[in-house]
Structures are given as structure tokens and as C-alpha cells.
């Protein structure tokens, strides 16, 4: 009899998982079939051998088909590998184990101290928080910097544009920031940096010190997807904090990059460009990673600094 309920119980699950074929290749897309995703979704590209693996997200859904942005690259894979849909989603670890380290926007260690043993889970795509739960900006933000605190003073949970060419000391700006902040914990996105410019800083800009820091970085030769959620990943790192009641300095380098990984992303899919080649969905991305920022009633605030070059 044990037997038979056993019996009875496996043939009304599923045990084999349901997995999509690849169907085209390009320079920037995949093209596959077999599943029905939704825009979003997280996606593991397996080659048949098994000794290639890759994450991507589903950017476009056709009628028979579907579209997908690889995380990293795609060389070596081939027509009739599998697509297997995540069941886990876009969800990253987060935790005080996070501070003093550098890692990518998946939270994997890329500074050689080990893997990160942080437990809890948040997402990386959010809603901003309710415009009628949102704090009065009343208090001050001392941000270390004379000549912004005395002249140009931020309040806590505000949001902050710095404007300016390549070359003429924004990084500079960002160290005395950080190092001279009131802020218990500071989150810093480098997005699109040249990979020499993130020791750089983290050496000259900040001697060295990474306390009460995080540092998330998406460098110019990771894929347009990993420099888009490199950003989105550094916010839900500083949100994780601010909900335990905490103030949270953000800043974000930059944004200019960021807005240039969507429009590799939008082209890529057929959006048509306009002012300086960027697509309507850069317009409608922007407003939702930095509206995440601010202060919250009940809980801390997100003081954010985002950097603009050109």
C-alpha cells in the first residue's frame, strides 16, 4: 500500500524540467522556442556538453519565439542547446558581510577575500517606495566637502546630480565624499569604469579603506545587461540597509554609462533611436532606479549622488 500512494504521488508531479532550444545566435541576442516566458525572466543557457553555462534574461516575446539578453558572453554555445527558465529569479544576497567588499552585481567576491556568506535575499528589481510614505527631507547630510556643506547643503534622503567632463576630478570629488561622510554605511556603483580605474580609486581615492563600504562594479567589458543591473543591484544593497533604519550614502558612477548599456540593449532589440542614438526605454529606466532612492518614514534614507559626464 506505501508503495502504491508512492506511486500514485510521482505521477502527478513533473520530474523532468522544462527547457527551450536555441534556435538562432547573434552578436547580442539569442533566439530560442519551447517555453513561454515572460518579459524579465531569468534564463540558464546550458550547451549540450554541459561544460557551458550562462545567465540571460528574456527581453523580447514572440508569438513562437523569444529573445534573450545574455549576462556574459555567449561564445561557444550552438544551435539546440537548452534554456531553462530560473526558478530563483534576480535575487542577490545581502548582509553586514557585504561591507568592506568589492563584488559584481551578482555579490560575487571580486577583491580575492573569499566567498560572501550573507543569507538573506532581496530583489533586484523593485518598485520605488509610495510617494505618501516618503520622509521630509529636514535634516542635513554632512557630506565632509566645505564648499557643498556651506554652500550647496544636502539634506538626508536627497538626490544629487554631479555634472561634468572626463578628466576634470569627479572621481576625486567622489573619495572626499565618501571618506569625509556622516553616513554609518556607503554604497558606491562603478558602472562602465575601465577596469585600471576601479583599483585606482579604491587605492588613491579612498586609501585603501573600505570600511562600512561596499563597492559594486560593472566593468566596461562586462555585457550591457551587467552594467544595466549592476546599478539596480547597488540600490538593493543600500535599500537592504536603509530599511534596518539606517542612512545610507549612494553613489553612483555613472550614469551616463548606464543610460548607454540600455541603449545597446534597446538597438539591439529594435527600439528606434532618438536625441544622440538613446531609445524611449533609457527615458523610462532612469526615473525607476533613482526614484528608489530617498528617505522613507520609519525606517532610513538613501542620500544619493549620481555622476553625469557629457
Known amino acids: 500500500m506505501p508503495l502504491q500512494r508512492l506511486r500514485h504521488k510521482l505521477q502527478e508531479k513533473s520530474l523532468s524540467p522544462m527547457f527551450g532550444t536555441i534556435t538562432k545566435i547573434s552578436s547580442t541576442t539569442i533566439e530560442a ?29 514572440d508569438r513562437n519565439a523569444f529573445f534573450i539578453s545574455p549576462f556574459g558572453f555567449i561564445e561557444g554555445f550552438k544551435i539546440g542547446d537548452k534554456v531553462f527558465i530560473s526558478e530563483q529569479g534576480m535575487m542577490i544576497p545581502v548582509g553586514e558581510e557585504l561591507l568592506g567588499r568589492v563584488v559584481d552585481p551578482f555579490i560575487r567576491p571580486k577583491d580575492g577575500k573569499g566567498t560572501i556568506g550573507a543569507s538573506a535575499q532581496a530583489p533586484i528589481m523593485k518598485a520605488p517606495m509610495d510617494a505618501m510614505k516618503r520622509g521630509l527631507i529636514t535634516e542635513p547630510f554632512r557630506v565632509g566637502v566645505k564648499t557643498i556643506d556651506g554652500l550647496l547643503t544636502c539634506g538626508k534622503g536627497q538626490k544629487m546630480g554631479i555634472f561634468a567632463g572626463s578628466g576634470v576630478g569627479k572621481s576625486t570629488l567622489m573619495g572626499m565624499i565618501v571618506r569625509g561622510s556622516e553616513a554609518p554605511i556607503k554604497v558606491v556603483a562603478l558602472i562602465g569604469e575601465r577596469g585600471r580605474e576601479v583599483p585606482e580609486f579604491i587605492e588613491k581615492n579612498l586609501g585603501g579603506n573600505l570600511e562600512n563600504t561596499v ?49 545597446e540593449i534597446g538597438l539591439a532589440l529594435g527600439e528606434p533611436p532618438t536625441s544622440k542614438g538613446y531609445p524611449p526605454s533609457v527615458l523610462a529606466l532612469l526615473p525607476q532606479l533613482m526614484e528608489r532612492a530617498g528617505k522613507e518614514e520609519g525606517k532610513g534614507s538613501i542620500t544619493a549622488f549620481f555622476y553625469r559626464f557629457g
Open 215 to 263: 563597492i559594486i562594479v560593472a566593468t566596461s567589458d562586462d555585457s550591457p545587461l551587467m552594467r544595466k543591473y549592476g546599478a539596480f543591484s547597488a540600490m538593493s544593497v543600500a535599500e537592504y540597509f536603509k530599511n534596518q533604519g539606517r542612512d545610507v550614502l549612494f553613489m553612483m558612477d555613472s550614469v551616463t554609462r548606464f543610460a548607454m548599456a540600455q541603449r
Open 33 to 61: 522556442c519551447g517555453l513561454r516566458p515572460s518579459i524579465g525572466d531569468i534564463v540558464n543557457l546550458v550547451s549540450l556538453d554541459g561544460k557551458k553555462s550562462e545567465l540571460g534574461m528574456v527581453t523580447e516575446v
